[in-house]
């Protein structure tokens, strides 16, 4: 949502100060300069995609308008879920929670927690983890090298369509110049013609360097880094199971467990310890 807002923004302060000068927005609509500049670097990034990574560039475009960062009560709901699956662990050991971590939808236990089961990625991080703990088959250090394993994957797979869009993002100034040549070399071919209509095709020509620059540092520079701001919210969200999960394994309480995953919370969305405190005497209560 706020990226369509940023969009605007830029588009509208851009196309206001023009007009506020006195420019006429006629000339702006240059569609060939824009079939040169976007059409090129569409096939640039399209030659630097291959095979499945083509599938993740236009993956990461669309979470750039449709995702959302983890909130405070997102992370308040993961981390009442820890102390719950932690306690149900301590009381009836790890063997007992197979049944809930094979089909987490049907538990009784991560049922009542929605926003964590529509988070895909998390629920299989969670449940693998949880699986290794059920299994006996990881030490405490080994599934925290595991786990570290896994978030580095993942860190290093959403680097690439964010590193392909800022490189096509670096390269829209100069295919902005590319246009404008082109355009030059037009102008050249009309010096027979009134100056009105060689002034016109200059214009044209200098639009292209315009669009190159706006589209460069205007809009796909910006949704790079929404993008990249997103995964690293995601990657921490992850990071917030694992530290629950390590300290569990560990031996430490559920209550201890839980603190070190809101640790590893950003502060801005960091449920406070009263408020986890709250969240867990709510658990305990229900249960």
């Known amino acids: 949502m706020f990226t ?69 009560e997102d992370y308040l709901e993961i981390l009442k879920l820890q102390y719950e699956v932690f306690g ?11 049944e809930h971590v094979t089909e987490m ?21 969670f449940r693998d983890a949880l699986k290794q703990i059920v299994n006996g088959t990881a030490s405490a250090e080994e599934l925290d090298l595991l786990l570290d394993a896994e978030l580095d994957t993942h860190h290093e797979e959403v680097l690439v369509p964010i590193g392909l869009i800022r490189t096509t993002s670096d390269a829209l100034p100069g295919l902005g110049i590319v246009a404008a040549v082109l355009g030059i070399i037009i102008t050249m071919g009309h010096l027979d013609q009134p100056p009105e209509v060689i002034g016109h095709h200059v214009a044209a020509a200098l639009v292209g360097t315009f669009l190159g620059i706006l589209l460069s540092y205007g809009v796909l520079a910006p949704i790079a880094a929404t993008i990249e701001a997103q995964e690293n919210a995601n990657g921490k969200y992850l990071r917030c199971i694992k530290e629950g999960v390590i300290a569990s394994l560990r031996g ?18 960091r449920p406070s310890s009263d408020e986890l405190d709250e ?3 709510q658990v305990k209560a229900a249960g």
Do not use: W
């Open 4 to 72: 369509i807002v940023g969009l605007i923004v830029v588009i509208g302060s851009v196309a206001g100060g023009f007009a506020m000068a006195g420019g006429h927005f006629g000339i702006l609509f240059q569609p060939n300069e824009f079939v040169v500049i976007c059409g090129a670097a569409a096939g640039a990034l399209i030659i630097s995609a291959p095979g499945p990574i083509r599938g993740q560039v236009l993956r990461a475009f669309g979470r750039a308008f449709t995702a959302s960062m983890p909130a405070r």
């Open 88 to 98: 149900f662990i301590r009381k009836n050991g790890a063997v007992a929670l197979d």
């Open 105 to 125: 939808e049907k538990s009784s236990i991560f049922s009542k927690y929605t926003k964590f089961l529509a988070n895909h990625h998390a629920l299989e991080f």
């Open 252 to 269: 430490a309480a559920p209550i201890v467990a839980v603190e070190f995953a809101r640790k590893a919370v950003f502060s801005a969305v």
């Open 279 to 281: 969240a867990c005497r």
